[in-house]
């Protein structure tokens, strides 16, 4: 059983371009978060997906970035004409229910250059 | 504003000394807290502690959580090298279905 897979696990894109960064959950979890760390600080919840439903994402940006859990394939968190400030670490979590633990994925470091 | 706070911030003790974390919080639907060990790369899950007054133990690490005073620790006997991280702390909302996390707590652990 693999665990929550992140990648890509760095990605270096230059300011304006686009990064797409993508989780696959672990088996028969249906519950994903994201999360961004940027360097010395605690984790900030970014969104909390379900399988095609956002339930909660208030600590998304309301520009540039968007994020999806289709029924088929990974969750896509999308972040549109990057900025030298969305240089972090972003991890994705998953659980099978709401109410337990969450599994976190290696990370994406995303570098805006 | 939900917020949960760990301290130390930074703690630095040599081998088989035993340490103690702090987390606090201030939420408004507590459902459970959850601690975390981040080395280089993803937080790997250590304990959920949904009741209080209940250790929860595993080798040498153990936590509990007093949800009159809110707040958790947990303690680490006998340190090793290995136990060298950041300690994630992070509380989960009833309703608001996410995990508000601290600041972590970064142990050094010296030889």
């Known amino acids: 059983n693999a665990g929550v897979m992140q990648n890509p696990r760095h990605l270096v894109r230059r300011r304006g371009q686009e990064a797409r960064l993508r989780c696959s959950p672990m088996k028969g979890h249906s519950h994903v978060y994201w999360y961004r760390q940027l360097p010395e600080e605690g984790l900030k919840f970014m969104v909390y997906?379900?399988?095609?439903?956002?339930?909660?994402e208030s600590g998304m940006p309301k520009e540039r970035f968007s994020a999806e859990f289709p029924k088929e394939g990974p969750s896509i968190l999308r972040i549109q004409q990057v900025v030298r400030g969305d240089s972090a670490a972003y991890f994705c979590?998953?659980?099978?229910?709401?109410?337990?633990?969450?599994?976190f994925g290696q990370g994406t470091r995303l570098t805006v250059v | 504003e939900d917020k949960v706070v760990q301290s130390p911030l930074s703690l630095v003790v040599h081998e088989g000394d035993t340490v103690t974390l702090n987390c606090s919080y201030e939420?408004?639907?507590?459902?459970?807290l959850l601690w975390y060990k981040q080395e280089k790369k993803a937080p790997t899950f250590l304990f959920m502690l949904t009741s209080s007054g209940i250790e929860k133990k595993s080798g040498r690490l153990s936590s509990i959580l007093d949800k009159k005073e809110l707040f958790s620790i947990l303690n680490i006997t006998a340190t090793q090298t290995g136990d060298s991280a950041v300690y994630l702390c992070?509380?989960?909302?009833?309703?608001?279905?996410?995990?508000?996390f601290g600041q972590g707590t970064r142990l050094t652990i010296n030889p």
């Open positions: 979590a998953s659980c099978s229910m709401a109410n337990t633990e969450a599994f």
């Open positions: 997906l379900q399988k095609e439903n956002i339930i909660d």
């Open positions: 992070a509380v989960a909302i009833q309703g608001a279905q996410k995990l508000v």
């Open positions: 939420v408004t639907n507590f459902r459970s």
